[in-house]
């Protein structure tokens, strides 16, 4: 069935290393993919997102890797930061669903430790 | 940057009584959403609407809810008669067009069903 899910519920890291959230999903005809970003108290805040003509997309320190072989969704995070504290959400959709419903996974909780 | 606008940000009601949240999505954007996340739970999908009706709907979205643009600018949604299980942050989106595009999130009002 439709799911998006994430390896890891929680992640500590260190400031200043990089930080990699995984998620997995299910639906082979998602085509679209996003990552959010959820502070405690705070609507879903859109980081970056990538289509499945794409393997590879770069932001300001974050990067996102599509591997549609085995369905799995990453974000790297550069030089994480305190600020980056925060639930990440992936979430994903198809571009003929013309209702747009999102479909998220169930959430990473990154802890970056000064 | 325009954003996405949701009121009140605490919604306390009673058990079997009607609520009403109210949102204002950015100016440009089409396509409108209602998702919810009941505490510590992932985001899920509730409705989505463009011109004026609705364009999918979850199996969470049953008779007891309705979606109405009263105006050129607001997007409500309302539950007619709350259970206790509403209970949940609900939060508004906004895109340009699914699913192509980014779909932008209010801060959410927290709906408190006693």
């Known amino acids: 069935g439709e799911s998006v899910g994430l390896h890891l519920p929680t992640l500590s890291v260190q400031e200043g290393d990089n930080s990699i959230i995984n998620c997995a999903y299910s639906n082979s005809a998602s085509d679209y993919f996003i990552w959010y970003k959820q502070e405690s108290g705070k609507g879903p805040q859109f980081i970056i997102d990538?289509?499945?003509?794409?393997d590879k997309r770069q932001g300001q320190r974050v990067t996102v890797l599509l591997n549609k072989t085995v369905k799995h969704l990453s974000l790297q995070i550069a030089a994480t930061q305190p600020g980056d504290s925060a639930v990440y959400f992936c979430?994903?959709?198809?571009?003929?669903?013309?209702?747009?419903?999102?479909?998220f996974g169930q959430g990473t909780e990154l802890s970056v430790k000064p | 940057e325009p954003e996405v606008t949701q009121t009140p940000s605490h919604q306390v009601t009673q058990m079997g009584q009607e609520v009403i949240l109210r949102c204002v999505p950015i100016s440009n954007h089409l396509y409108f959403y209602w998702y919810r996340q009941i505490l510590g739970q992932k985001v899920e999908f509730l409705v989505s609407?463009?011109?004026?009706?609705?364009?999918?709907k979850s199996e969470i979205f049953d008779d007891q809810f309705s979606v109405e643009r009263p105006d050129g600018s607001n997007f409500t949604l309302k539950i007619r008669s709350t259970k206790l299980e509403d209970s949940a942050m609900y939060f508004c989106a906004s895109g340009r067009g699914p699913p192509a595009d980014t779909q932008y999130f209010g801060p959410g009002t927290r709906l408190t069903v006693l």
């Open positions: 979430a994903e959709t198809h571009v003929y669903n013309q209702g747009g419903k999102l479909i």
């Open positions: 990538i289509r499945s003509n794409m």
């Open positions: 609407f463009y011109n004026n009706e609705i364009s999918e």
